[in-house]
Nanobody, 124 residues
Framework: DVQLQASGGGLVQPGGSLRLSCAAS????????AGWFRQAPGKEREWVSC????????SYADSVKGRFTVSRDNAKNMVYLEMNSLKPEDTAVYYC?????????????????WGQGTLVTVSS
């Protein structure tokens, strides 16, 4: 069974930092690209970031570029998202996702599985 278990969410003040983790299992993790989406209440799902199968060519949505960093550890089947300078508009449920391709080309359209997500709330 394919599983993507996100964790690390919580309440943080504006300007703070948080690190999300995603534990992957049930597929050949180091053969595919992985990344993150988020969805705020009442809003459409938004692509956040992607990293290719070998941990290269990270990409980001304009809304988080310069503040978030995606990484992966293939030896541990883990994907991470370090979030800095958090803003109230970053409040959302964050989902870890994967594709069946090695690269991040059209990741938002080609993602074939995602996990349950973890809630991040940025508020003072």
């Amino acid at each position: 069974d394919v599983q993507l278990q996100a964790s690390g969410g919580g309440l943080v003040q504006p300007g703070g930092s948080l690190r999300l983790s995603c534990a992957a299992s049930g597929f050949s993790f180091d053969d595919v690209a992985a990344g993150w989406f988020r969805q705020a209440p009442g809003k459409e799902r938004e692509w956040v970031s992607c990293i290719n199968f070998a941990g290269g060519s990270p990409s980001y949505a304009d809304s988080v570029k310069g503040r978030f960093t995606v990484s992966r550890d293939n030896a541990k089947n883990m994907v991470y998202l370090e979030m800095n300078s958090l803003k109230p508009e970053d409040t959302a449920v964050y989902y870890c996702a994967k594709t069946s391709r090695r690269l991040c080309f059209r990741f938002a359209d080609s993602s074939d599985f995602w996990g349950q997500g973890t809630l991040v709330t940025v508020s003072s």
